[in-house]
């Protein structure tokens, strides 16, 4: 299973329902939207991206296998972005 790692350049500042980020080796900042912002929230309060997606999955008042699908998709922006990295954890 692979873990996910939030690098130690990488800020986050929450306000209202949304969050920006940024990347201090980059000097680039991103913008979230809340469902974005609620992932990122969870998942630096779980550290876990299973235990964040269940989470979500109970936040929000629609198919449990499209927030999966969408956040899926997220992850995979977020991690060609170098705003969160994986790592194989060993069993």
Same mark, same amino acid.
């Given at each position: 299973?692979? !873990?996910?790692?939030?690098?130690?350049?990488?800020?986050?500042?929450f306000? !209202?329902?949304?969050? &920006?980020?940024? +990347?201090?080796?980059?000097?680039?900042?991103? #913008?979230?939207n +809340?469902s974005?912002?609620?992932?990122?929230? %969870? %998942?630096?309060?779980?550290?876990? %991206? !299973? !235990?964040?997606?269940k989470?979500?999955?109970?936040?929000?008042?629609?198919?449990?296998? #499209?927030?999966?699908k969408d #956040?899926?998709? %997220? &992850?995979?922006?977020?991690?060609?972005?170098?705003?969160?990295?994986?790592? #194989?954890?060993?069993?």
């Amino acid at each position: 299973m692979k !873990e996910i790692i939030i690098p130690n350049h990488i800020y986050a500042t929450f306000f !209202e329902e949304s969050a &920006v980020l940024l +990347d201090s080796k980059k000097n680039i900042y991103y #913008m979230f939207n +809340d469902s974005a912002a609620d992932f990122w929230k %969870l %998942l630096i309060k779980s550290g876990s %991206l !299973e !235990e964040t997606l269940k989470e979500l999955t109970g936040l929000y008042e629609c198919s449990p296998d #499209m927030i999966i699908k969408d #956040m899926e998709f %997220l &992850v995979e922006r977020l991690i060609k972005s170098g705003l969160i990295e994986t790592q #194989m954890n060993k069993i």
